[in-house]
């Protein structure tokens, strides 16, 4: 019998995207499921309402009921660290693992991971987000060392409106950012649809995907102890390591 291996993921409550997805990489490999507890995000913006729904108690009472379920690793799948700071996440995994015993990571973390071990240092950025909430993501990688070569973003604020942008607009958006030569294309939101494109984008454009709906399940599969190139048809990155 094989040895289950439950991944917790932590849910913005408005988005309808990250879930089919992520169940769907997750059952690609026996014996791996995933499981979802949600806190409320319903907008993305730079205002105090907005920024407020990210804080940690919130959060972290929704990791408490996954840990009921007796997950083995918990995951923030969400991008607030972009505009918040990368140190937000860090915290929240020591956080989370404080009060639960369970390692954590994140959708930002794994990506960041993801590209210091290819040395990616130019990378293009695609987004749903408004241009002030961009704007802030492009200067925290910068402080990073990585530069945002080119980036596209759709100006939505509304959490759930994410999910309902066509893959057709999501192609032309990463085609656009090829024309810069990055290294690497970072679809920057886990609840746009974007995900199971890699494999077309990648044969494409010649340049891997970092979709973070993928990043997320990378990550978690790596704290588990899972090896993520079990994964096949999703992405290059199943194979980084």
Not at 106 to 134: F, H, K, W
Not at 180 to 187: G, K, L, N, S, V
Not at 207 to 227: E, F, N
């Amino acid at each position: 019998m094989i040895q289950p291996v439950r991944l917790g993921v932590l849910t913005p409550s408005s988005n309808t995207a990250l879930e089919p997805l992520t169940s769907a990489i997750a059952a690609s490999i026996p014996g791996v499921s995933a499981h979802f507890s949600r806190f409320k995000v319903t907008e993305i913006s730079l205002q105090g309402q907005a920024l407020g729904q990210f804080d940690d108690s919130k959060i972290l009472a929704a990791a408490e009921l996954l840990a009921d379920a007796k997950v083995d690793v918990i995951g923030w799948s969400g991008t607030s660290s972009g505009w918040l700071g990368f140190d937000a996440d860090h915290r929240l995994c020591e956080r989370i693992r404080a009060r639960t015993g369970i390692r954590a990571t994140t959708a930002v973390l794994a990506l960041n991971e993801l590209m210091a071990l290819r040395g990616i240092s130019r990378l293009a950025l695609v987004t749903p987000y408004t241009a002030d909430v961009q704007r802030r993501i492009i200067d925290n990688y910068l402080a990073l060392g990585i530069e945002i070569v080119a980036e596209r973003h759709l100006g939505i604020s509304v959490n759930h409106d994410f999910a309902l942008v066509e893959p057709e607009a999501l192609r032309k958006l990463m085609t656009d950012v090829a024309t810069d030569q990055p290294q690497a294309i970072t679809t920057f939101c886990t609840n746009l649809h974007a995900a199971r494109l890699a494999r077309e984008i990648e044969a494409s454009l010649g340049i891997p995907l970092l979709d973070t709906v993928s990043t997320t399940v990378w990550g978690m599969l790596r704290v588990a102890g899972v090896d993520p190139s079990a994964v096949r048809g999703w992405g290059q990155l199943y194979d980084w390591r």
